[in-house]
């Protein structure tokens, strides 16, 4: 992570903000949203600087794996991965990204209706 970084992400990071970390290694890291829209909110985040999905590289591509990864060890690590989980990943203004630095959001902890309902 860049020292002139200073998306919110990249505070938590360098522990300059509090968060409630549940997950971190070397290459990334894992806490829980301050505002869950489930019951488990949780944001997995590279610690390589990647504003959006867009600005990934073909030599970056398997931090999205690392990502995804992680995600799904913590879902079974926790004890929902049978019952279900989303993950997400919003890249610029209209697909909802509010703080750009890629992430993924984990949501479990209910059912989760809505987009791809029944597909």
């Known amino acids: 992570m860049s020292e002139t970084d200073d998306t919110i992400f990249g505070r938590i990071i360098r522990r300059e903000l509090p968060a409630d970390i549940v997950y971190e290694d070397d290459e990334l890291i894992a ?12 944001l997995f985040v590279p610690k390589v600087r990647v504003p959006t999905l867009d600005d990934l590289t073909p030599e ?21 991965a049978r019952d279900g989980y989303r993950i997400v990943m919003n890249c610029n203004d209209n697909g909802g990204q509010t703080v750009f630095q890629i992430h993924l959001h984990l949501l479990a902890g209910a059912p989760l209706g809505g987009f791809g309902e029944g597909r």
């Open 31 to 42: 806490f829980r949203d301050i505002a869950p829209q489930a019951p488990v909110h949780v």
């Open 60 to 80: 970056q591509a398997p931090i999205i794996g690392r990502l995804a990864l992680a995600a799904a060890n913590y879902a079974r690590e926790q004890g929902f």
